[in-house]
C-alpha cells in the first residue's frame, strides 16, 4: 500500500517570496507522482507530474517539483509567487503496478500569499 | 469538449434515503474514479473503475456503490444515506499516456449534506 504525507497543513508567505510545499511518500513499488491544485469552490486540477525520466519537473504557472527517490520525496517549488496562487495544494502518488487508475492523496497545504 | 461534468452539484438529504451522483465525460477515458473529500482528509477514492463493465473499490467503498455500463458515464449510487457521508464528492477521468498515466481530469463536484 502506498501513502503520502504532507509535512505543512498551512504555508503563508508574501508576495514575490519563494515557496516549498513539502511531500513524503511511501510505497513497495515503483511510484508516479503528481501536484494538484484547487482553487475555491472548484475541482482538481494538474500542476505537474512525474513519471520517468528527469527528476526536476517544470509544471504550469512556474512551479517545480523534484522527485528525490533516495528520501522518497516530492517537494513542490515556486521561487517567486503572486495572490492569485492561494489555493489548496495536493500531493499524489500512485503506484506503477495500477498503471494509474488508484491515486492516494496527501492531506493537503492550504498556500496563502499575502500582499 | 465539456471534459468531466457532474450533477447536482448541491444536494440535501435525510438519513435512509437513497441517491445517484451523475459522472459523465466526453474524452473517451477508459478510467473513471470517484473520491469523496473531508476537511483535512484530502480526497480519499471510493470506487474506480478500468473501462466498461470494470469496477473495483478503494480506500472507502462501504455505503456507495458504482456500475460503468458505457465508457462516458460512472453514476455513484448512495443506498441508504448516513450524515458521515456528508462531503463533496469529486469525479475524475484519465488514460494512459505511452509513458504510464496521463492527468486526471476532474469534474466541479457535488456538495451533498446528510441531515
Known amino acids: 500500500a502506498q501513502s503520502v504525507t504532507q509535512l505543512d497543513s498551512q504555508v503563508p508567505v508574501f508576495e514575490e517570496a519563494p515557496v516549498e510545499l513539502r511531500c513524503n511518500y511511501s510505497?513497495?513499488?515503483?511510484?508516479?507522482l503528481f501536484w494538484y491544485v484547487q482553487y475555491p469552490n472548484q475541482g482538481l486540477q494538474l500542476l505537474l507530474k512525474?513519471?520517468?525520466?528527469?527528476?526536476l519537473v517544470k509544471g504550469i504557472n512556474g512551479f517545480e517539483a523534484e522527485f528525490n527517490k533516495s528520501q522518497t520525496s516530492f517537494h513542490l517549488r515556486k521561487p517567486s509567487v503572486h495572490i492569485s496562487d492561494t489555493a489548496e495544494y495536493f500531493c499524489?502518488?500512485?503506484?506503477?503496478?495500477?498503471?494509474?487508475?488508484?491515486?492516494?492523496f496527501g492531506e493537503g497545504t492550504q498556500l496563502t500569499v499575502n500582499p | 469538449n465539456a471534459g468531466v461534468t457532474q450533477t447536482p452539484k448541491f444536494q440535501v438529504l435525510k438519513t435512509g434515503q437513497s441517491m445517484t451522483l451523475q459522472c459523465a465525460q466526453d474524452?473517451?477515458?477508459?478510467?473513471m474514479s470517484w473520491y469523496r473529500q473531508d476537511p483535512g482528509m484530502g480526497l480519499r477514492l471510493i470506487h474506480y473503475?478500468?473501462?466498461?463493465?470494470?469496477?473495483d473499490q478503494g480506500e472507502v467503498p462501504n455505503g456507495y456503490n458504482v456500475s460503468r455500463s458505457t465508457t462516458e458515464d460512472f453514476p455513484l449510487r448512495l443506498l441508504s444515506a448516513a450524515p458521515s457521508q456528508t462531503s463533496v464528492y469529486f469525479c475524475?477521468?484519465?488514460?494512459?499516456?505511452?509513458?504510464?498515466?496521463?492527468?486526471?481530469?476532474f469534474g466541479p463536484g457535488t456538495r451533498l449534506t446528510v441531515l
Open positions: 475524475a477521468s484519465s488514460y494512459l499516456g505511452p509513458w504510464g498515466p496521463d492527468t486526471q481530469y
Open positions: 474524452m473517451n477515458h477508459e478510467y
Open positions: 510505497s513497495s513499488v515503483s511510484v508516479y
Open positions: 512525474y513519471l520517468s525520466g528527469s527528476t
Open positions: 473503475s478500468v473501462g466498461a463493465g470494470i469496477t
Open positions: 499524489a502518488v500512485s503506484d506503477q503496478e495500477t498503471s494509474g487508475s488508484r491515486l492516494t
